[in-house]
């Protein structure tokens, strides 16, 4: 893997996970004016962006790079190094996700908000994506399921 592809999915995971945090304080600090009908096509339509912006960036940066597809596939699968990423990845991605967690909590707690959907979908969405982009940020070489990269590494007669 060439270190520009490399550079591009860590801008992807990058960009990913930012516009999942500007969505949520978007959505906290404009919250009562969304409930404003003369307001509502525009604070909607920014909330839409955001949305089209961690959809994409999702599709080329977990998706297509196959991330997705290695931390949900079957560990009978892996070799000793895949399963060794895995599990690392799984150990820094835990430790993150845990202290994103408790400091929205405590967050809302400490300024005497309620939680509220798009914040508990955005942790569900973090914590299912996590693992996958602590691997795609520590590792250069994912080519997990490629099929190209496969097919490559065999000697064709």
Do not use: C
């Not at 998706?63 to 399963?83: F, G, M, P, V």
């Amino acid at each position: 893997m060439n270190s520009q592809s490399f550079k591009k999915r860590k801008m992807l995971i990058a960009i990913n996970l930012i516009a999942l945090l500007f969505m949520i304080a978007f959505f906290e600090i404009f919250k009562d004016l969304l409930k404003s009908s003369e307001r509502l096509p525009l604070l909607g339509g920014i909330m839409v962006v955001f949305l089209f912006i961690i959809v994409s960036t999702y599709y080329a940066g977990f998706y297509k790079t196959r991330l997705w597809q290695l931390i949900h596939i079957s560990s009978s699968k892996l070799d000793e190094r895949e399963i060794q990423v895995i599990n690392t990845g799984l150990k820094y991605a835990y430790a993150i996700f845990i202290i994103t967690t408790l400091v929205l909590i405590y967050g809302h707690t400490i300024i005497g908000i309620p939680m509220n959907a798009i914040t508990a979908i955005a942790l569900v969405y973090l914590a299912h994506i996590m693992p996958a982009a602590v691997i795609g940020w520590r590792e250069k070489d994912i080519a997990w399921g490629n099929v190209e990269h496969e097919s490559s590494d065999k000697h064709v007669p």
